[in-house]
């Protein structure tokens, strides 16, 4: 029906005996009348320089509502590689609320992806009332780019070995993205590896 006070065209919500859509929804809502809370630390463990956040990580958190039905909010990491905090629906811890329940927690799962890795699946994330879950996810890089690292790992472990002067003509053969120095500060044979 049109209104003709702006132009606008009304579409009621159809509740189709064709689509279980609602009726999963529905049901999904009653069950999980409660709210807890999940953030994400998405990060990469490199053997040279640690623990290395990954931004812009996108990270897709999922229920199963019924048969192939799913419930899905999309998030991304920050700089730091954490994600704000994500609301999400899940049940009372009162048994009183939940007495066909033994679990005080609903399971969700998450699909976490970034450019040059792998893609991460997580299972049974679990969500309790009134509590923030923290996440932590690490990813490991693409094949490309292990055998590039690869390259520069045992470029770096022979500058620690080799004698000066060769050392020297090794590091002009690298391309100059690539640098690797030993690091004064550290103790001998520590490396550091930077790109550009």
Do not use: W
């Amino acid at each position: 029906m049109r209104d003709r006070k702006c132009g606008c065209i009304e579409i009621p919500l159809l509740r189709s005996r064709e689509s279980p859509v609602p009726e999963y929804f529905d049901t999904y809502l009653e069950m999980n009348p409660a709210t807890g809370y999940l953030t994400f630390d998405v990060y990469e463990l490199s053997p040279i320089r640690g623990r290395i956040p990954i931004p812009n990580a996108k990270i897709t958190v999922s229920k199963l509502l019924g048969d192939d039905y799913y419930l899905s909010k999309v998030m991304t990491t920050g700089g730091n590689g954490e994600t704000e905090r994500l609301s999400l629906r899940t049940v009372s811890k009162e048994p009183t609320q939940r007495p066909e329940e033994r679990n005080a927690f609903t399971n969700y799962y998450a699909a976490i992806e970034a450019p040059g890795y792998q893609k991460k699946y997580i299972y049974d994330i679990q969500i309790f009332e009134g509590i923030t879950t923290l996440q932590q996810a690490e990813l490991v890089q693409s094949r490309q780019l292990q055998d590039a690292c690869l390259s520069e790992s045992i470029h770096c472990q022979l500058q620690t070995c080799l004698p000066e002067s060769i050392q020297c003509q090794l590091q002009t053969c690298l391309p100059e993205s690539i640098q690797c120095q030993l690091q004064d500060a550290c103790l001998p044979g520590t490396i550091r590896v930077c790109r550009e």
